[in-house]
């Protein structure tokens, strides 16, 4: 199967410090890694430069086909970054913001409001500035984009905090739904027990290196899990 | 590059729309200069008379700064930015749809300041076609170069401040083009007002040319 990643002794600067210090790593097309490593391991980086986010200073890196030492902005439309934050704008509703993210990535605007509805954010939650919503409903907006652009690379940050047990299950079923498909996904969780049932290859980091990659102790998880209702939405009032 | 460009301007101007930071921050705000510097300066109406378009355009000037600092300041909450620039849009189209959003609410503002003058100041209008064309390439002017700057300030924990510092001189020219220009206009000077005019639209093409082509550069590096 093609590498949709391949990284060889690439190195990323903040500043002067390497926060990737010479990663190797090579994933296939539709595969599931999870990144797995300590506070400051490299994961983040490693999912930014993926992203071509952060530049990669030395060493070797292509991320679907596209050199990212030479140009890292060509793959970023066929790749979706989840991360920390959520890039959404607070004075926009949910649809707007969906809309406008998926209008300037080039989607196609009937992706939209299938995304709200698998996200369960269709209706009322829907027409809710994104600045009067919790911390998860943010982070299911931000789900819901990038359901709606479907990349083949998504790179998820911690894609279940701040999610109920529920949209924990999308989440997983997203993530195998998209591999499935033939999208890759390179995703970090700290949620063990749910992300290596996701996963077939595990990648450790620390202090910026790949320092093994081991099958999961554990099988995939039972099939993706849909809310078939969408659950009621008590709206938060920052 | 304009199809990114009207998507980006539409965003910038539906935010506005909804938060309304400029009907109902920027607006005051514009009116309360003008009436301070009806009281800084001499109460006696003709002095004012005199000094309108300049002070009409100091007025214009710092909130260009308000407009441009907001729309930096949207792009920076929730790291904004780093989904502009996945989403792979043409840094080009990312320019002229902020600076174009920036020029319309600038626009909003100059016709709030003119009745503002026209009523405070006594100003009578007059020389419809120099005062739109000045009015026109001067807003253009700030709008395109206060977002190259707003680029370069906005990745910097110090932007608030930055911004005035690297805009305010660079920006002079446009504060002189545009007095001189209204000045004429208004039947205060005898000079030709459309040399004026013509500074106002150098500036503008030359910071339109360098927003178009360095603020890929800008957006990596904020």
Known sequence: MAAAIRFRSAVALIGDFPVLAGVDLDVASGEIVLLRGPNGAGKTSLLRACAGLLPVSSGRAEVLGHDMVADRRSVRRQVGLLGHATSLYDDLTVEDNVRFAVRAAGGRRDTVTPSLERLGLAGRLGRVRVGQLSAGQRRRVALSILVARDPALWLLDEPHAGLDAAHRDVVDGLVQEAAARGKTVVFASHEQDRAVALTRRIVEMAGGHIIAAVEPTIGPASPPATISQPLPEPIHVA | ?222
């Open chain 2, 1 to 222: 590059m304009w199809r990114d460009a009207l998507l980006m301007a539409g965003k910038d101007l539906r935010i506005e729309a909804r938060s309304r930071v400029a009907a109902n921050q920027v607006a005051p705000f514009a009116l309360i200069v003008l009436v301070l510097f009806g009281f800084a300066l001499e109460p006696d109406r003709s002095f004012l008379t005199q000094a309108a378009p300049g002070l009409f355009w100091v007025a214009v000037l710092f909130c260009s700064l308000l407009a441009v600092q907001r729309s930096f300041a949207v792009e920076s909450a929730d790291s904004a930015r780093d989904g502009l620039r996945l989403s792979g849009m043409d840094p080009a189209g990312i320019f002229l749809g902020k600076a174009g959003a920036v020029a319309l609410e600038l626009v909003g503002l100059e016709i709030l300041l003119t009745f503002g003058i026209v009523v405070l100041y006594g100003t009578n209008l007059q020389g419809a076609a120099l005062l739109l064309a000045a009015a026109a390439t001067a807003t253009i002017g700030l709008a395109v170069c206060g977002t190259v700057y707003g680029a370069l300030a906005a990745g910097l924990r110090v932007r608030e401040t930055l911004l005035p510092l690297l805009t305010l001189p660079v920006v002079a020219p446009v504060l002189l083009g545009a007095t001189r220009a209204w000045e004429v206009a208004l039947g205060q000077s005898a000079d030709d007002g459309w040399r004026w005019v013509i500074l106002l639209g150098v500036f503008a093409v030359i910071y339109l040319a360098l927003g178009v082509l360095a603020f890929g550069a800008l957006l990596e590096e904020a």
